[in-house]
């Protein structure tokens, strides 16, 4: 059976089109499911918060905290240390704060260093208005910022870090700064940092996890796991380099730090509609905690 010349020219048409359709959807493709302007880089949260080339094996940076890129480069912060890698030329500068993790070969890397001053000056410049910018030329504090070096606060975990030690401190929820004072609340814990001398304090009690202001009936085994997370909490914290202090009583806080943490706590319950205060949380922490 012969095709004749304008049947054939038709299905060189409509073989061309889907060439062309199908190309639109795979650079498309390519284009929406990177966050970075080289179609083959990638950021993948499900593994732990990585930055990858081409394949999840293929690893530029993983425990990501943050990252953001500027003019073909992208400059990330990660429990690690920080780095910049150019996407023109694979160029890879990191430094370094603590060993990385196996999946990162160093060999891989550029260079290696353990100065913030072996970037150059433009790339410093890029580091300090991005990351690095005091926190009080930027309140209220937006997450994947620096709020006082070394204390991170991470858009990608939804926690608080020292990046000197690559330690996570706290998961952030509600949180103020106020007299350069740091103060977080959540479900089970409240943490207080001291920009100016970095000392930490962590208060924890089983009162303030979730389950007691909740407006339905909790099982126990919820109850159970929420107290033994909260006990690991504790226990990684004791373990930390950064010395947590702990805060045995809720007495052991001054007045101005119980006034802002009590504005913060009502907050943290209130802007769940599954929960509300009951009266004896209403009198107040301090009464309710003690």
Not at 221 to 238: A, P, Q
Request: aromatic fraction near 16%.
């Amino acid at each position: 059976m012969k095709i004749g010349k304008n049947s054939k020219k038709w299905l060189e048409r409509i073989v061309l089109s889907c060439l062309i359709v199908v190309g639109i959807i795979f650079y498309g493709w390519l284009f929406f499911s990177t966050n970075f302007i080289h179609p083959f880089i990638h950021y993948l949260d499900l593994r732990g918060s990585i930055i990858y080339y081409k394949e999840p094996t293929n690893i530029i940076a993983s425990n990501v905290l943050g990252f953001d890129e500027v003019r073909g480069k992208i400059y990330y912060i990660t429990t690690n240390g920080i780095g910049i890698y150019n996407e023109l030329n694979n160029d890879h500068v990191f430094i370094l704060h603590k060993e990385p993790p196996n999946e990162i070969r160093m060999n891989d890397i550029t260079n290696v260093y353990p100065e913030f001053s072996r970037f150059s000056d433009s790339e410093q410049e890029v580091w300090k208005s991005k990351f690095y910018a005091d926190f009080r030329e930027r309140i209220p504090i937006e997450e994947g910022n620096i709020i006082k070096f070394p204390f991170f606060f991470s858009s990608e975990t939804r926690g608080i870090y020292n990046l000197a030690t690559g330690a996570k401190l706290s998961k952030i929820d509600k949180y103020k700064i106020s007299n350069n004072i740091f103060y977080n609340v959540d479900f089970g814990s409240i943490t207080k940092i001291d920009l100016e001398t970095g000392t930490v304090w962590k208060y924890y009690s089983n009162n303030l996890l979730y389950y007691n202001f909740l407006n339905e009936t909790v099982s126990s085994k919820t109850k159970e796991f929420s107290v033994n997370e909260l006990i690991k909490e504790r226990n990684h914290d004791e373990q930390l380099k950064d010395k947590i202090i702990a805060i045995d009583h809720y007495s052991q806080f001054s007045k101005y730090d119980k006034d802002v943490i009590e504005e913060l706590f009502i907050k943290l319950v209130t802007a769940r509609e599954s929960m509300s205060l009951k009266p004896e949380h209403k009198m107040g922490l301090e009464n309710y905690l003690q």
